[in-house]
């Protein structure tokens, strides 16, 4: 599976915000764009589009910044997928040939399967991944 740099960025973005969350303290887009090692000019846009599918709000002013709506528990990576790469788990609607019917309910299970995953997958999961010690052997 091939995974767009936005959906990556998107991803490294609201785990970094699960690790932060409190439910109320915001984290600047710089902070972000820094600990994720993203152009800020690409994160806003980002996050413009997770803020539209209601998975993070903003801040405005001095103390502004981004938080999740939820708590990291209530949010699944396959709402961060659907808000940044929709056409993503979309089956082909086209059945012609004598194949096409068969070729499609392949595609159609695998989807689900993918969309069933992603959907059991928390960013507090994924956040806690994050944050686990490194060791070296």
């Given at each position: 599976?091939?995974?767009?740099?936005?959906?990556?960025?998107?991803?490294?973005?609201?785990v970094c915000l699960a690790r932060h969350y409190d439910g109320s303290t915001v984290v600047k887009l710089e902070d972000i764009a820094q600990r994720e090692?993203?152009?800020?000019?690409?994160?806003?846009?980002?996050?413009?589009?997770?803020?539209?599918?209601?998975?993070?709000?903003?801040?405005?002013?001095?103390?502004?910044?981004?938080?999740?709506?939820?708590?990291?528990?209530?949010?699944?990576?396959?709402?961060?997928?659907?808000?940044?790469?929709?056409?993503?788990?979309?089956?082909?609607?086209?059945?012609?040939?004598?194949?096409?019917?068969?070729?499609?309910?392949?595609?159609?299970?695998?989807?689900?399967?993918?969309?069933?995953?992603?959907?059991?997958?928390?960013?507090?999961?994924?956040?806690?991944?994050?944050?686990?010690?490194?060791?070296?052997?």
């Amino acid at each position: 599976m091939r995974v767009s740099q936005k959906l990556e960025y998107a991803c490294r973005a609201v785990v970094c915000l699960a690790r932060h969350y409190d439910g109320s303290t915001v984290v600047k887009l710089e902070d972000i764009a820094q600990r994720e090692d993203i152009s800020s000019s690409f994160l806003v846009q980002i996050l413009n589009e997770l803020k539209r599918s209601d998975i993070v709000t903003s801040k405005r002013g001095k103390a502004g910044g981004y938080v999740l709506t939820r708590r990291p528990a209530k949010v699944s990576l396959r709402e961060v997928v659907q808000a940044v790469e929709p056409g993503l788990l979309a089956t082909p609607e086209n059945s012609s040939g004598a194949s096409g019917p068969a070729v499609r309910n392949v595609w159609h299970d695998l989807s689900n399967t993918v969309s069933e995953r992603l959907g059991a997958i928390t960013l507090e999961v994924m956040a806690s991944e994050a944050g686990a010690p490194m060791y070296f052997i």
